[in-house]
């Protein structure tokens, strides 16, 4: 039961990793997922590629061996193709399309050269691997450049057997250097290949496919074919890919712990009808971007709770008053709500504070300002937009919702202090400042201007 941490967005700080690793242990997890993109300490020639909050060499080897020392493996996930990569400048001419960053171009020997070189500094980090995770998801526009669409013109090339190829360099990449270590990749793109073209290409030796699924209702009677099939195939093993949030909405600021229970009892069902030692294991994704270019979705200790019903309920093989009860108490919370959001109760988890003020924020902030803003009387008749711009209000009609107005800004102001001041221990500057941004600003910003509007007036 590996948890995965995509640190592609409001990567936490390493110190709260390290604090959350023992609660992650008891709610049943065996391993870590760890997406690093741009906050792996890459050096030399790839140092352009570390975001600024990257972790440091120090800091990732102090949160590997503690993760060692509370029993977790870790995998770590190189998410191939490598939109964090290609949209550098000095990275564009290893695009397959020129002016997109969404492939690597799979004829060119200095991709691969790349990729090794990632691998190796990787690796270096990491002690005693047994699974590295090589991505090849959704690998858009992979066929469209130049040189791939004269390949394709040749005899019996087809997308799928670049697409394979490709797959099949990155991992023997990995095996010829590590071959301790097994690929594991996102399974997407192999699901549609017939069992030919996929037991002739060489892949099912080499590495281990993750069939991902993060819907409330899947597919069971598909998917237990589509591992049969991969066993067919000659993959010696699966995996499944769940989610504890980061799969129901782009730009999601609370989780739906319903929807994510919903899925890891499915998997369940998958997991009990699929034929014997085929399941390596499952990961329980928690995406914090939908990709590298998108916002922000639920930060990781607003979805704690969703995150330790999933764990609890695949350990225990399903989901009842008494897990419920061993959530509540591993989590320090009074009332667990799981088909509404969660209620403003207090946690005593790591970064159960956030919780708490972001569901204060989510639910409330934009509505009350609207209230006032949109459907007080006073404002939408006396103080309109024509009002507001000439600087004319009757005296009278300010007492009737100044008051109300200065009142709603300062508590509002309070709450978000509260919440910057939570966020300051967990994350780094950027991610309050884009969660802000995007959460807060929008309606403090239109109430400020109210305030200030009736001042002048």
């Known amino acids: 039961r590996l948890v995965h ?12 990793l390290e604090q959350v690793l023992p609660l992650l242990r008891a709610l049943g ?81 200095e991709s691969l050269a790349l ?41 019996d090339n087809t997308p ?3 697409c394979l190829s490709h797959i099949k360099a990155v991992a023997s990449c990995l095996a010829s250097s590590y071959p301790m270590v097994t690929p594991i ?10 069992e030919e073209t996929l037991a002739g290409s060489g892949v099912p030796q080499l590495v281990q496919p993750m069939i991902w699924d993060y819907a409330a209702d899947i597919d069971v009677e598909g998917k237990v074919q589509l591992i049969e099939k991969y066993h067919r195939c000659g993959f010696s093993k699966v995996w499944f890919a769940s989610a504890f949030k980061g799969a129901t909405g782009v730009n999601q600021s609370l989780t ?22 085929v399941l390596e294991g499952i990961a329980l994704t928690g995406w914090q971007r939908y990709d590298h270019f998108s916002v922000l979705c639920e930060l990781l200790p607003v979805a704690i709770p969703s995150l330790a019903v999933c764990l609890q309920a695949l350990k225990n093989g399903g989901y009842s008053e008494k897990v419920k009860e061993n959530v509540e ?45 949109e459907r007080n009387r006073y404002v939408t008749g006396w103080f309109s937009p024509y009002h507001r711009k000439r600087k004319i209000i009757h005296p009278i009609i300010m007492h009737h919702f100044q008051p109300d107005a200065v009142s709603l800004l300062s508590k509002w102001n309070a709450v978000v202090q509260d919440l910057q001041a939570a966020m300051e221990q967990v994350f780094h500057k950027c991610t309050i400042e884009e969660w802000m941004e995007e959460n807060v600003h929008p309606s403090l910003q239109k109430l400020q201007q109210v305030v200030d509007d009736l001042d002048e007036a």
């Open 5 to 16: 941490l995509d640190l592609k967005g409001a990567a936490p700080r390493a110190q709260y």
């Open 29 to 109: 997890a065996t391993g870590l997922l760890l997406e690093y993109e741009d906050t792996f300490p890459y050096a030399g020639p790839l140092e352009l590629l570390r975001a600024p909050h990257a972790y440091s060499p120090a800091e990732l080897r102090v949160l590997l061996s503690r993760a060692r020392a509370q029993g977790l493996d870790v995998v770590p996930l190189l998410p191939f193709p490598l939109q964090f990569v290609l949209k550098h400048r000095e990275f564009a001419h290893l695009r397959e399309v020129k002016a997109l960053p969404n492939a690597l171009n799979p004829h060119k020997e």
């Open 115 to 155: 990729v090794k070189a990632m691998i190796d500094q990787v690796m270096a980090l990491h002690e005693d691997l047994q699974w590295f995770h090589i991505g090849c998801d959704e690998v858009y526009y992979l066929g469209e450049g130049e040189e791939s669409k004269q390949w394709l013109q040749q005899q």
């Open 160 to 162: 799928e057997k670049l």
């Open 185 to 194: 990749v996102w399974d997407d793109m192999l699901r549609g290949m017939s």
């Open 256 to 277: 739906l712990i319903g929807h994510h229970l919903r899925n890891q009892l499915e998997w369940l069902q998958v997991a009990s009808r699929s034929p014997a030692d």
């Open 329 to 373: 108490k591993l989590l320090g919370m009074s009332n667990l709500e799981i088909d509404t959001f969660m209620s403003t109760s207090l946690a005593t988890f790591p970064g159960g504070n956030i919780l708490t003020l972001v569901t204060q924020v989510s639910f409330y902030l934009k509505s009350s300002v609207d209230e006032l803003l």
